[in-house]
């Protein structure tokens, strides 16, 4: 965990160039939230107002011994790229594949996905699955090869043979996003391990390395078999020293997944229905954050601290601004922005605004429900939401 000032934050937020909206994406038990809890350890933040009070870091371990991940919708991590600082936010996505929207909505907010893959497993269903789902929302995948412990510990692999294992799955990766990816994207997604795209390791050990990282620190496939010969210590070593998971993951990321406004210039007209040639369409096209609002929201729930419904989404156009006054698309009906947060570690910290590009939390949206799209009140009538909803009213009783 890192301690953040919530105004550094926020001005790396301001710059789109400067953020990436992720998530993780695997076949169940290959290893994602293992992935995800390894990368908020790391990387996660806290902010400066927490880590004065003792009393919260102690619930911070209580915390992350639980498995945040678990709860948050979004957990924004801080990275630092080539000397230059990047917030990652990390969607949640559903640990089990269901056709109930939750997984479209979760990949509504992302642009990029690591997809876990567990190296003596190799794809399965949902990894198939789930890459696919990713593919259709235009979400561009990077890969991590999980459990390598397992073919160096379990199966005794030698190097050839680990080397032949991570060919196989690059292989039958590549095949689905060149079945799944639409046309333009079929071959500008092929994952190139050479150029750093895969990243091998353990989730468990907490160690990750991509081949040209491997390259650069002169570290052969047989320095790691000999690290676990060796035992806990060399590892723990590796992991620590030498190539830690999270900078490989991140750094991967950073290079590899488009910004926002990269994204949405080709996501935006997949995802939404609207006239892309109109003022709000361009706007979101560009994550102009002086454009109308236009706010995607994922996630309704409820904040166990304050007992209250929280909104999470993505801000596609304009600036989320406490106090703004918007329109509920499929509810028709205006809501109160009562306030806006980001989320930092356990915790949301209030800000006054946030601009398009990233994932905000909002109060005072309690009529929306997962899937609404908020937008600003100019627009009442003339955009169509990201996703259709019915309202259920309340059943009417009648007594004959
Ligand atoms: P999820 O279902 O994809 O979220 O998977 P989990 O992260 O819960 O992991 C499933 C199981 O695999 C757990 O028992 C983990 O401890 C184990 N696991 C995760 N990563 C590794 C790894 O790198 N090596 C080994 N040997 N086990 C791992």
């Known amino acids: 965990m890192r301690v953040k000032h919530v105004d550094e934050i926020l001005k790396i937020m301001r710059n789109v160039e400067q953020i990436r909206n992720i998530g993780i994406v695997a076949h169940v038990d290959h290893g994602k939230t293992t992935t995800s809890d390894s990368l908020l350890a790391a990387a996660g933040m806290i902010s400066q107002r927490i880590a004065g009070e003792a009393l919260a870091l102690d619930y911070l371990k209580v915390e992350q011994q639980r498995g945040i991940t678990v709860k948050s919708a979004n957990i924004s991590l801080y990275h630092e790229y080539q000397g230059k600082p990047y917030v990652i936010n990390l969607v949640d996505t559903p640990g089990h594949v269901d056709f109930s929207g939750h997984v479209t909505r979760s990949l509504r907010m992302m642009d990029g996905s690591i997809v876990v893959v567990d190296a003596v497993e190799g794809v399965m269903p949902q990894t198939e699955t789930v890459l696919r789902q990713s593919l259709e929302e235009r979400v561009r995948p990077i890969l991590f090869i999980n459990k390598v412990d397992r073919l160096i510990k379990e199966l005794k692999y030698t190097p050839q043979q680990i080397?032949?294992?991570?060919?196989?799955?690059?292989?039958?990766?590549?095949?689905?996003?060149s079945l799944y990816a639409d046309p333009e994207f079929k071959k500008k997604w092929q994952l190139d391990p050479m150029s750093g795209m895969v990243i091998f390791g353990s989730a468990r050990d907490k160690w990750g390395i991509s081949i040209p990282l491997a390259q650069k620190r002169g570290i052969k496939f047989s320095d790691i078999i000999d690290a676990y010969n060796k035992g806990k210590e060399a590892v723990e070593e590796f992991a620590t020293k030498v190539a830690p998971l999270h900078e490989s993951l991140l750094d991967a990321v950073v290079k590899f997944i488009p910004n926002p406004r990269e994204a949405q210039k080709y996501r935006i007209p997949k995802i939404w229905k609207g006239d892309i040639n109109s003022e709000v369409g361009k706007a979101m096209l560009e994550a102009d954050p002086n454009g109308p609002l236009v706010y995607a929201i994922s996630f309704m729930r409820v904040d166990p601290k304050i007992r209250r419904l929280v909104a999470t989404g993505r801000i596609f156009s304009g600036t989320l601004r406490q106090?703004?006054?918007?329109?509920?698309?499929?509810?028709?009906?205006?809501?109160?922005?009562?306030?806006?947060?980001?989320?930092?570690?356990?915790?949301?910290?209030?800000?006054?605004?946030?601009?398009?590009?990233?994932?905000?939390?909002?109060?005072?949206?309690?009529?929306?429900?997962?899937?609404?799209?908020?937008?600003?009140?100019?627009?009442?009538?003339?955009?169509?939401?990201?996703?259709?909803?019915?309202?259920?009213?309340?059943?009417?009783?009648?007594?004959?």
Do not use: C
């Open 163 to 177: 080397q032949q294992r991570f060919v196989e799955i690059i292989k039958e990766v590549n095949h689905l996003i």
């Open 323 to 400: 106090g703004d006054e918007v329109w509920l698309v499929n509810a028709g009906k205006s809501a109160k922005v009562l306030q806006v947060s980001i989320y930092m570690g356990p915790d949301r910290e209030v800000v006054d605004e946030i601009p398009a590009g990233n994932i905000a939390a909002a109060l005072g949206l309690e009529d929306a429900r997962a899937g609404e799209t908020a937008v600003a009140v100019s627009l009442k009538d003339k955009v169509p939401p990201f996703e259709r909803l019915h309202y259920v009213s309340e059943p009417v009783v009648t007594v004959a």
